[in-house]
Antibody, heavy 116, light 109 residues
Framework: EVQLVESGGGLVKPGGSLRLSCAAS????????MNWVRQAPGKGLEWVSS???????YYADSVKGRFTISRDNAKNSLYLQMNSLRAEDTALYYC??????????WGQGTMVTVSS | SSELTQDPAVSVALGQTVRITCRGD??????ATWYQQKPGQAPVVVIY???NRPSGIPDRFSGSSSGNTASLTITGAQAEDEADYYC????????????FGGGTKLTVL
């Protein structure tokens, strides 16, 4: 079964850091671009970051310079290092597979709350 | 980057046809993907590419595109189609699928 499972979310103070992980299974992880997409409570979907199969990285302007996406193909894992967190980063963070035409597989998300 | 614009809310009577639209410059170059999201669930692809449905998506869902506008049509809407719908496309550089519309809340009356 193709599956993505996120972890690492939690409550963090403004200015703090958090590292999200996404464990992939059931497919050849290394050949896919992978992404983080977030959804603030009651709001729409917002793309956060992408990493290609060749490890080229892309970021939304809202997180550039603060977040770092990475992958470990040997561990079938995707990561998002989030630094200098702000209240507006509070959201459910999804890991999503990119098959070139769509985000065709999604995890269930991990919640990040930034609050003092 | 690019922007995609959707109407915030649309309603349809049970069994009738509804069209949800998405506008943006990137749609002149790239197809839109459409996602359905129900409360408490992750998004699910309903239309991708020119007009393709993933396995398990009913054929009442269809997609079309003209100029800078992409449309998702539900022909014979069912109660279970009530959900949020998001369009998505590549950014202007084409490097990633990093542009989402703001979403359309579909209510089936």
């Amino acid at each position: 079964e193709v599956q993505l499972v996120e972890s690492g979310g939690g409550l963090v103070k403004p200015g703090g850091s958090l590292r999200l992980s996404c464990a992939a299974s059931g497919f050849t992880f290394s050949i896919y671009s992978m992404n983080w997409v977030r959804q603030a409570p009651g709001k729409g979907l917002e793309w956060v970051s992408s990493i290609s199969s060749s490890s080229y990285t892309y970021y939304a302007d809202s997180v550039k310079g603060r977040f770092t996406i990475s992958r470990d193909n040997a561990k079938n894992s995707l990561y998002l290092q989030m630094n200098s967190l702000r209240a507006e980063d509070t959201a459910l963070y999804y890991c999503a597979r990119d098959d070139q035409e769509a985000f065709d597989v999604w995890g269930q998300g991990t919640m990040v709350t930034v609050s003092s | 980057s690019s922007e995609l614009t959707q109407d915030p809310a649309v309603s349809v009577a049970l069994g009738q046809t509804v069209r949800i639209t998405c506008r943006g410059d990137s749609l002149r170059s790239y197809y839109a993907t459409w996602y359905q999201q129900k409360p408490g669930q992750a998004p699910v692809v309903v239309i991708y590419g020119k007009n393709n449905r993933p396995s398990g998506i009913p054929d009442r869902f269809s997609g079309s595109s003209s100029g800078n506008t992409a449309s998702l049509t539900i022909t014979g809407a069912q109660a279970e189609d009530e959900a949020d719908y998001y369009c998505n496309s590549r950014d202007s550089s084409g490097n990633h699928l990093g542009v989402f519309g703001g979403g359309t809340k579909l209510t089936v009356l």
